[in-house]
């Protein structure tokens, strides 16, 4: 299968024209359903907090973008009724042997640098398997860290300097962001590129709000539902069609 991914197609015509999380009709079926995103977070050494959300970002749209997720694939029926929906994730750590469990599970991991995350299949948060509901959503707090500028040419991803989120609810937000960015670019099958994620600095995020929010193609916004850390409406993150795009980023 070539072009665009279909279930990406889902997105585009809800969150692509400005809509947030809480003016998206419940799921027509009453099921809420969300995607595990299990961050690998070890004792010693910790991963760094930049190259984690990196992998999370990268491994929520990979899941979308992944063949099995197409039309007729052996994922469709679990990932197209979720994005069609509300497309809610659940960020949960995991180390040694519950980490390796995760890994049996259908999903995507993704590496970058010292750090992995993997995005599951979606599916209703009351049926979540033991392997997945027994991982710790809280814990998943890092150091902040310096990784220096982006790749230029890579998708990046901005979180917003002035709301605080812990790491697991900005691994929810970047996956968010990835996904938003890949529908309204067309991102094709099989193909998610290792998105880089840095904390904007003030003057940038107030010259970009204003671009996500006109629908400026290669610029889109995550504005919250506000169910949990932040204000309802709050605009999380932004995503870039390239790192360029944003001049001075910050950290």
């Known amino acids: 299968m070539t072009g665009p991914a279909p279930i990406l197609d889902l997105l585009a015509g809800r969150y692509g024209s400005g809509a947030r999380e809480r003016d998206i009709a419940p799921e027509a079926d009453g099921v809420v359903r969300a995607m595990p995103v ?78 992995e995350a993997r995005a599951l299949l979606p599916g209703p948060v009351d049926e979540a398997p033991k392997v997945v509901s027994r991982l710790q959503i809280g814990g998943t707090e890092l150091p902040v860290d310096e990784p220096g500028p982006p790749d230029p040419g890579a998708p990046l991803v901005l979180l917003s300097p002035y709301a605080e989120m812990t790491v697991g609810k900005a ?65 999380t993150c932004l995503a870039l069609a390239r790192a360029a795009f944003a001049g001075t980023a910050g950290r």
């Open 38 to 115: 299990v961050l690998r977070i070890e004792r010693d050494p910790l991963p760094g907090r930049t190259a984690l959300l990196e992998a999370a970002a990268t491994a929520a749209v990979a899941v979308c973008t992944d063949p099995r997720a197409q039309p007729g694939g052996e994922w469709s029926d679990a990932v197209a009724p979720w994005v069609d929906g509300r497309i809610r994730k659940i960020a949960r750590r995991a180390r040694g042997a519950h980490w390796r469990a995760v890994q049996e599970l259908p999903g995507v991991t993704v590496q970058v640098g010292d750090a």
């Open 171 to 235: 691994a929810a937000q970047v996956g968010h962001a990835t996904m938003l960015l890949g529908a309204a670019l067309g991102w094709p099958v099989g193909a998610a590129p290792v998105c880089a994620v840095r904390t904007a600095d003030r003057a940038a995020w107030d010259r970009l709000c204003p671009v996500a929010d006109d629908g400026t193609d290669g610029v889109v916004g995550v504005r919250d539902a506000g169910f949990t850390e932040v204000d309802p409406g709050t605009m």
